[in-house]
């Protein structure tokens, strides 16, 4: 099937998402913080995933716990969606630029959570957004997701473009790993399970 819906509710958020690996990049997303719906927004297009997000948390204090547990639920619809992984390519990468600013995403659906997140802001907020937020949504997806990523902004002067180009990066290499490789029918992996 390759879908999932994931509701997560606790004290400081109530999110509920739907994710659909086999999409065509469509995206309904109303998080109560506009830069992480456009930063969603982007996942889906460029990872040809359709995806639903709607979220309410406890804004009045900060977006730190609405923007974590938001990369925690898509991470458990991930890992739910892409199930076993057998004949999948496992591997994605992709480099993406906007303007001046170039980013790079590698990611291995390994079963293990690992993540390496290399990006130099050129300042602190876009907008209202605080970028350290950034990380804490791909900790919280890798986390759940059980998947080794790499995200690297590699140049960049504006923090939008940064942003932009390490999501759009990050569907990409999403999209990468889950593709059918029409050469592998199991798990590829010589353990025989990820």
């Known amino acids: 099937m390759r ?13 509920r998402v739907k994710l659909d690996l086999n999409g065509k990049g469509r995206a309904t997303i109303e998080t109560g913080v506009p830069f992480l719906d456009h930063m969603l927004e982007q996942i889906a297009r460029h990872g040809a995933f359709d995806l639903e997000v709607s979220a309410k948390g406890d804004l009045h204090i900060d977006a730190h716990h609405t923007v974590e547990d938001i990369g ?19 591997y994605g990468h992709a480099y993406v630029p906007l303007d001046e600013a170039l980013s790079r995403a590698v990611v291995d659906l390994s079963g293990r959570p690992g993540l390496e997140y290399h990006v130099d802001f050129a300042r602190a907020r876009i907008g209202e957004f605080d970028v350290d937020l950034i990380h804490e949504f791909f900790q919280g997806f890798v986390n759940h997701a059980q998947v080794t990523l790499h ?12 942003a932009e180009t390490a999501f759009k990066a990050f569907g990409r290499a999403l999209r990468m790993a889950v593709e059918a490789d029409p050469r592998v029918k199991d798990v590829p992996s010589t353990k025989g399970s990820l």
Do not use: M, P, S, Y
């Open 72 to 90: 925690i639920a898509l991470g458990q619809a991930f890992a739910k969606a892409a199930g076993d992984k057998k004949g999948v390519r496992r």
């Open 3 to 15: 879908k999932a819906e994931i509701i997560r509710d606790t004290k400081e958020t109530k999110i």
């Open 151 to 162: 995200v690297d902004n590699l140049k960049g002067a504006n923090a939008h473009h940064q």
